[in-house]
């Protein structure tokens, strides 16, 4: 399946969740977008797809998104609290840049178990809020099942 379809398969499963919860329409955007980008993260060990195309700037806006969603509620939050979103983002984009340079491993190997699946759900969880990681979880399962690669290890 190639990537368009996965943003789409993505943008249904987080469209679902964000009914299914009754979110704002910033939330609902925000699970949209993180569901999304999520269903291309698997694909991440392909050199030639298209989210390692797009990942050295969807990850920095992605660390972003969640780090300002992890410390604020509204825009005027975002001045005061510059600079736990600013660590925390750069945290994120960091580990990404040191993955993908040292140890970026075989095309659906382990980028395509649910360990994986939920491993990053929880970092997601931990790094923003429990809608985003489980957007998350949620947008990568979409990728898995769109593969038909559902493994557990
Ligand atoms: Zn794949």
């Not at 075989?106 to 980028?111: L, P």
């Not at 491993?119 to 990568?140: C, D, E, H, K, V």
Request: aromatic residues 12%.
């Amino acid at each position: 399946m190639n990537y368009p379809e996965h943003v789409l398969l993505g943008i249904v499963f987080g469209a679902a969740f964000a009914l299914l919860i009754g979110a704002d329409p910033f939330l609902f955007a925000s699970i949209v977008f993180v569901a999304a980008f999520s269903a291309l993260v698997p694909d991440i060990d392909h050199d030639s797809s298209k989210i390692r195309g797009y990942a050295d700037l969807g990850v920095p806006i992605c660390a972003f998104l969640f780090s300002y969603s992890a410390s604020c509620n509204g825009v005027a939050c975002g001045v005061e609290n510059w600079h736990p979103i600013l660590v925390s983002t750069l945290a994120i984009t960091g580990l990404y840049m040191i993955v993908m340079t040292y140890m970026k491993p075989r095309h659906r190997g382990i980028t395509h178990t649910l360990l994986l699946a939920a491993g990053y759900g929880i970092a997601i969880w931990f790094f923003s809020n429990p809608n985003l990681g489980i957007a998350a979880l949620l947008g990568y399962v979409s990728h898995l099942v769109a593969d038909r690669q559902i493994k557990l290890l």
